[in-house]
């Protein structure tokens, strides 16, 4: 194997320098054949290139479990990071591969590595993909709900960014701040400009401030177009104050925050009263009554 002149990573001691190898590329290409092949003829897992990649990089970002798998048993370091800070749990998250996190995850990888100011958190890289099973599966796996990112804040607000409602979804009843704010932005200033509905009203369910005004003094309303959808559903939630019954909700879960779902399935409530604390009811009136589309316009 044809490698550079070798010396010390700076990042982590976990091998040498060297070119992009020949280990690399069959973990790159999902050949576990040759991967097998040059594992056993001894080539070194942890290699790493000059960007600090290694073959489990390789093989997470394109989701080759079975490639993946064969690193880890022959030694691959599973919490390894690259020059921009990404370890192959990051990049099993970013390219939606549920298999790979789990594998990760049963060789010990960490679910809250260290944020750096050039990578995202493993729950960041899952929200931005928009796959909701490995979103479900970092935060059961105890991922912070609220690390912030420098470019993208908290990972709602990425998530709210994108329109992934099914992952918002499981980042608020995990316990996720709907208020949370960067820059005094919130979430729902990132739903009412991707103009959907459905997200807006998800959002003011847990209970986002619909007056919260970001660092330009802006509302959520006013990055929505007059009378379309989404400004008409900001206009009723302005002029209309949610019931007590929904602040009561709001309340309880925002006093018990992550624990919520967990401390109110404990509780001995009537199974309508247990299903409305844990937003099972899903409330379309303001949909029937006006007709909007909940999706993006």
Partial sequence: MEVTAARRSF???IGFWADRTALHEAAFHGRVLQLKQLIESGASVNMVTVDNITPLHEAC??????????LLEAGAQVDVRTIHGSTPLCNACA?????????LLDYGAKVNPSLTALTASPLHEACINGNVDVVRLMIASGAQLEAYDVHFGPPLHITCAKGYVHCVRELLI???NVNSVKFHETALHHAARVHMVDL??????????????DNLGRKPIDYTTPASPSHTCLRFYESNPLSLQQLCRITVRM?????????????????????????????????TDTGMDSKPV
Avoid: M, W
């Avoid at 591969?97 to 789990?102: F, G, N, R, V, W």
């Avoid at 624990?259 to 099972?280: F, P």
């Fill in 11 to 13: 990042l982590c001691d």
């Fill in 61 to 70: 970002i394109q989701a080759h479990v079975k490639c993946a798998q064969l």
């Fill in 95 to 103: 390219s939606g591969s549920l298999e790979c996190a789990k594998l």
């Fill in 174 to 176: 995990a316990g996720a």
């Fill in 200 to 213: 807006i009203e998800l959002l003011v369910e847990f209970g986002a401030n619909v007056y919260a005004s």
């Fill in 255 to 287: 006093r018990l925050g992550t624990r919520a779902s967990e401390v109110i399935g404990q509780l001995n409530l009537s199974h309508r009263i247990h299903n409305y604390l844990q937003h099972c009811d899903h409330p379309t009136s303001l949909q």
